[in-house]
């Protein structure tokens, strides 16, 4: 007999506020507890020295973190001049020292030679595989770790501010699979400079921001309130981006079983016309309720996942 899971069924999205220092996994740990969850998983890893916007998917809401993984995600972050490090941030060991203190000018011209499409090498210390070990494994054990450029995508890159000769904050808009590190090397490099990254945060992951952020310690004073819901957002906030069909009770009873629906020719038209390039996902919903997420073709709509959220 399979081992029962224990906790709740509780579902929904925490757009959690990481602090500094915590790791992702810890992170997803305290807030399942918090709520008492029986399943809980995150859409985009935060490194520890990184803060900022985590979402956190609890009960059936993880179905839908596939969905997140190609949601745009927003950076700000400081390059610290004069000094860099073989993790490209201020917990590694100094590879390199110089006197070079780069102009705001000089950054903001360089900056446009990383917009688009690009390719770019992964930091040592990332958690690539290697023949079966994380690349951080390997260059924490003093191993050479020698990654392939891979193609990423980074739609916007800006100063946003320069406090002073020695730090550089920027922002960026990227798709998935970039990295901050290695954008700051690359950049120290252009410039004919040493530098790391001294502080990160993330602001956005597609619809999950600092405006509909909480910190741990507001979901804490929640659930010591018992008001924890408060702190919980849709499971279908993930899905912000993918047309919604409205069901009737018997179209939604078919879909839960698995089985597809016949759409009327101006409902196949309209989603049609909202979906994104190249895709046929379409949310299925009951009045408030999401039903499913299925595949349109042919004139139905085919489940591909359920959700039991009566």
């Known amino acids: 007999m399979g081992r029962r899971k224990s906790g709740l069924n509780i579902h929904g999205w925490v757009c959690l506020d990481k602090p500094l220092g915590m790791g992702s996994t810890e992170a997803v740990t ?50 610290q001049w004069g000094v860099s490090t073989d993790s490209v941030d201020r917990e590694g060991r100094e590879t390199g020292r110089s006197d070079v203190r780069p102009r705001v000018e000089a950054v903001k011209a360089a900056l446009p030679a990383f917009v688009g499409d690009i390719q770019q090498v992964p930091p040592a210390f990332s958690a690539i595989k290697i023949n079966g070990e994380r690349a951080y494994d390997l260059a924490r054990g003093g191993e050479m770790v020698e ?27 990227t798709g998935k699979g970039v990295y901050v590190r290695s954008l700051a090397r690359d ?10 990254v001294s502080a990160l945060r993330r602001e956005r992951v597609g619809p999950f921001s600092t405006q509909n952020a909480v910190t741990l310690d507001f979901l804490t004073d929640l659930v010591h309130r018992d008001a924890a819901f408060e702190g919980l957002l849709p499971v279908s906030t993930a899905l912000d981006d993918i047309p919604e069909l409205a069901v009737t009770e018997q179209d939604a009873f078919s879909l839960r079983q698995g089985r597809p629906i016949v759409l009327l020719p101006r409902q196949v038209e309209t989603l049609k016309s909202r979906l994104r390039d190249g895709s046929r996902i379409v949310s299925a ?3 408030q309720t999401l039903v499913a997420l299925g595949q ?7 489940p591909d996942r359920v959700f039991n959220l009566q």
């Open 187 to 196: 950049l120290a490099a252009a410039l004919g400079a040493e530098g790391h």
């Open 296 to 302: 349109l073709r042919a004139g139905r709509l085919e």
């Open 147 to 173: 990654l392939a450029a891979r193609a990423v995508t980074i739609h916007s890159a800006e100063v946003a501010a320069a406090p002073d000769a020695d730090h550089v904050e920027i922002r960026i808009e």
């Open 285 to 287: 919903f009951q009045g």
């Open 30 to 79: 305290r807030v399942r507890r918090l709520f008492g969850a029986n399943k809980a998983g995150h859409a985009g890893t935060l490194d520890p020295l990184a803060t900022g916007i985590l979402p956190i998917a609890l009960g059936e809401a993880t179905k839908t973190v596939p969905f997140m993984m190609e949601a745009r995600k927003a950076y700000r972050f400081t390059i």
